[in-house]
C-alpha cells in the first residue's frame, strides 16, 4: 500500500510543470491576442462605425388616372422596365371627345360673339356723330327762329317746338354716349384674342384637350414596374393607384444605427457596404447623406407612451441616409428592401451633422407638349371664326 505513492511522487512535479507551461503559453497568446486587438481598435477600429441593420431604399412612383374612366388596355406588367413617356394604361377616350368638342364649339361661338360686341362698338359710334349733327341742327333752327321772334316771322309756338327738338336731340345724344360707354366697358383695352369671354373658352378647350390626351396614361420616368393592380375592363377613379414604377439606378442605402454610434458620424463621410445578395466579393462605396430627423419609434404609427410609468430603457436607433456610387449600382443591380452590412468611416470630421439644403432634380410638366398641341388647336378655331373680321375691331375713333 505504500509503494504505489512511491512510484507515482516523482511523476508530479513533470505534470505540473508542463500544465504551468501551457497556461503561460495561453497566457502570452491571450495577451498577445488581445494587444493586437486593442492596438488595431487604436489604430483603425475606432473611426468605424459599422451595422448590419442597414436596407435598399429607393423612390416607388404610384401610377394613378387624373380623371376616372373604363379600362381598354394595359401596357406593362410587374418585372417590364419601361422608359419615360411609354404608354401604360389607355382609358375610354369617348367622354373626354365629347367634352372637347363641345369645348370648341364654345370657343368658335364666343369668337363672333366678341366680335359682334367690337362690331357693336363701331356702330354705337357712328350713332353718337348722327345725334351729335342732330343736336347741332336742331340748335341753328332754335337760334333761327329766335333771331325772327321780333318780327312776327315766327310764331312762339314754332319757338317752343325748336325748343323742345334741342331738348330732345340732347337726350338722344346722352343716350347715344352712354351706350357706347357701356359697349365700350365690354371691349376696351382688349382684342378679340385676349377678350376675357375668348379666354374663358380658351381655358375650357385647353382643359378638355388635356382631359383627352390623359385618357392615356404613360410613364412619368424610367424604371421597373412593380405592384400592377389594375385589369383590362376595370372602372377606375381619379387618385386610384394602378401600378408603381420604381427606378432602380436611383437606390439609397438607409442604415440603422444606435445613438451611441452617432457621435463622430458626419455628412460627407466614407461607407463601405456589403450586400447579402452578392456577399463580400462585391463591395460598394457610398457617402453619408445625412442623418434622420429622428428615431423609428418618434415616427412609428403607435409612438411609443413612456410617461405612463411601466418604462423601460431601449437603445433607440436613427436612420442614416447613405448615397451609393450609380457606377457600381448598375454593375451590380440592387433591389429595395435587401439588407446591406454598412460600416462608416467617421475620421473626416468636417462634414456637419445636419446636412445643408441641396437643390433636387425636378420633373418636367408632364402635359407640356399637350398643351401646346391644345394652343395650336385654339389658335386654329379663333384664326376660322375670325374671317371677315378684324383683332383690332371696335377701335373707335372717339377712344
Known sequence: MNEIPEKQAPLVPAQESRRRR????????LVIAASGAALRWALEGRYHESTDDAYVAGDVVQITPQLGGTVLAVHADDTDVVKAGAPLVDLDPADARVALAQSEA???????EVRALYTNDTSLAATVTQREADLARARDDLQRRQALAGTGAVSGEEILHARTGVLAAEAALKTAREQLLSSSALTDRTT????????????????????????????????QVAKRNVQVGTR???GQPLM???????????????????RQMRAGQEVAMVSDLYGSRVRYTGRVVGLGAGTGAAFALLPAQNA??????????VPVRIAIDPGQVAEHPLRLG???EVDVDVREQTGKQLASPV????????????QDDSRQLIRRIVSANMIGGSTALGKSAGR
Open 359 to 370: 437643390p433636387r432634380a425636378t420633373l418636367a410638366s408632364l402635359s407640356a407638349s399637350d
Open 338 to 340: 435587401m439588407s446591406m
Open 106 to 112: 364654345a370657343l368658335a361661338q364666343a369668337v363672333r
Open 22 to 29: 501551457w497556461l503561460t503559453i495561453l497566457g502570452v497568446l
Open 236 to 238: 377606375v377613379a381619379p
Open 308 to 317: 405612463t410609468g411601466n418604462w423601460i430603457k431601449i437603445i433607440q436607433r
Open 244 to 262: 408603381a414604377i420604381v427606378p432602380l439606378d436611383r437606390v439609397w442605402i438607409d442604415a440603422n444605427f444606435k445613438e451611441g454610434q452617432l
Open 192 to 223: 378679340v384674342e385676349n377678350h376675357p369671354n375668348v379666354a374663358r373658352a380658351t381655358a375650357r378647350v385647353e382643359e378638355a384637350y388635356l382631359a383627352l390626351k390623359r385618357a392615356s396614361i404613360t410613364a412619368p420616368i424610367a424604371g
